[in-house]
C-alpha cells in the first residue's frame, strides 16, 4: 500500500483509536472470566491474542465473545503470531503455567525480538526453553511461586507472570531493578484488580493474591498513545483536533501523560469528560524527557520536536531498538527525510528542530513499524510526502487513514 499525503491543515473531531494494550489484556482474561468486547477492533496485534487464547482453549465466538474453558491446556503444538511483542511476552509465562509442550514462531519482525529475559528466569524451573528467540520450543511445566526476572527488557514478562501466578493461584514477583516500562505494569495490576483481584505492588516486588474475577462486558477505551498522532495533525498543520472516547489520564506517568507533554511544549492540550482538546500554537517549546515508562511516546514526542523552536533531548531510547523496528534509527531516518536534523548522544535523541516551513517534501518507508508510518503522515502535512508499506498501521490501528482523511487531511491511497 502507497500512501500520498498532500499539504493539509487537519481539523475536527474524532473518536480515540482502541488500546491495543488493554485490548490484548481483556482477551487473555478469558482464560479466567467471560469478556465480551462490544466493536472490538481487530487490528493485527488483537488477532495474535485471539489467536493465542483460542490455542489454550477458550472459546471464540464473533471474535468478540470469549468464553474461558472448564480447564487450561495447550492444544495446539504450534502458535503462529504475526507481530505483538506483547501478545508473545504475556503468552509465554502463562504458558510454562499451564504446562504442556509447544512451538511458538512469528513474523520476520517478532523474531528480531529478544526473549532473552524471561527464558532466563523461568528455565531450570520446570521449564526449557530450544531457544531465547523465536522460533521457540517451550516445554514443562512452572514448579515455582516466586519468581526474579530482570525488568531492563520489557515489562510484558511481567505482565505475563501476573496471569501465570493467576494460574497457579497465587504468586510473587520480583523485579531486579530498572524496572523499563513500569506503566504497562501498572495498567495490568488495575485491569486485574478492576474486576475483582488482589495484586499489589511494593517496590519492586509484586504479591499475587488471586480471586475470582468478574465477568468483562464493555468497550476498549481509547489508545493515548495512538491518539497522540490524531492530536499531532493539528499541532502540526495549525489546526484544532478533539479527540473522544478517553479515560481520565491516570497519576504515574504513561501513555497518557502525552497530554501533559503537548501542553509543556506549548500547545493547548487539555482533558475534558473523556475528550481530549489541542489547539495549534504558533510556538512550540523544545523538551528534555525520559520516556522509560512510556516508549511508545517517543514517536509521538519527536513529531512535536521535529517543530519546536530549540533542541530537545528524548532520554532512555536504548529499547527503542527492540521495538518493530529500530526506532533510534527509524526516528533518525524519518526526521532527516522531512529536513529535520537529529544526533544520538549516550542514551538520548537530540532533536533540532525547525521552523515548520522550513520542512521538506519526503518519500519514507516505514520500516515495517506501524508507529514509524504515522511520525511519517504527520510530518507529511506540510509539504507532503508518500508512505511506502503504509498497510504497516494494522498492526495497531487499520482505521488510521480512514481516520485521518476524517480529519480533513487530504491523502490517496494506492
Ligand atoms: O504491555 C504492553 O501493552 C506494552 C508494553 C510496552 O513494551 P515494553 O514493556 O517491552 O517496553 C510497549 O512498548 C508496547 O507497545 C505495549
Ligand atoms: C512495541 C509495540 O508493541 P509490541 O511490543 O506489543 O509489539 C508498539 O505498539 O509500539
Known sequence: MIVKVHPSKASGVIRAPQSKSIAIRLIFLSLFTKV??????????????????????????????????????????????????????TL???IAAIGGEVVIDGSESLRKRPIRRVVEALNNFGVTFSSDSLPLKISGKLNVNSVKIFGDESSQYITGLIYAFHILNGGKIEIIPPISSKSYILLTIDIFNKLGSDIKINGNEIYINPNKLEEYNGEVPGDYGLASFYALTGLISEGNITIYGLWKPEKYFGDHSIVEIFRNMGAFSEYYNGKWIVKHSDKYLPIKIDIDDA???AMSIAGLSAIADGISEIQSIRRLRIKESDRVNSIKNILASYGIESEIKNDSLIIFGKRRDLLKYAITDCFNDHRVAMLSSILAL?????????????????????????LNIKLSIE
Do not use: H
Not at 49 to 73: M, R
Not at 383 to 406: F, H, M, R, T
Open 36 to 89: 465480551k468486547l462490544n466493536n472490538l477492533l481487530l487490528s493485527d496485534d488483537v488477532i495474535d491474542a485471539i489467536n493465542a487464547v483460542k490455542a489454550l482453549g477458550v472459546k471464540v465466538e464473533n471474535e468478540s465473545t470469549f468464553i474461558p474453558p472448564d480447564k487450561l491446556e495447550v492444544k495446539e503444538k504450534y502458535i503462529r503470531l504475526k507481530g505483538s511483542g506483547t501478545v508473545l511476552r
Open 92 to 94: 509465554i509465562p502463562i
Open 295 to 297: 516508549p511508545d511516546l
Open 382 to 406: 506540510i509539504k507532503g510526502g508518500i508512505i511506502l508499506n503504509a498497510e504497516c498501521v494494522n498492526k495497531s490501528n487499520p482505521n488510521y487513514w480512514q481516520d485521518l482523511i476524517s
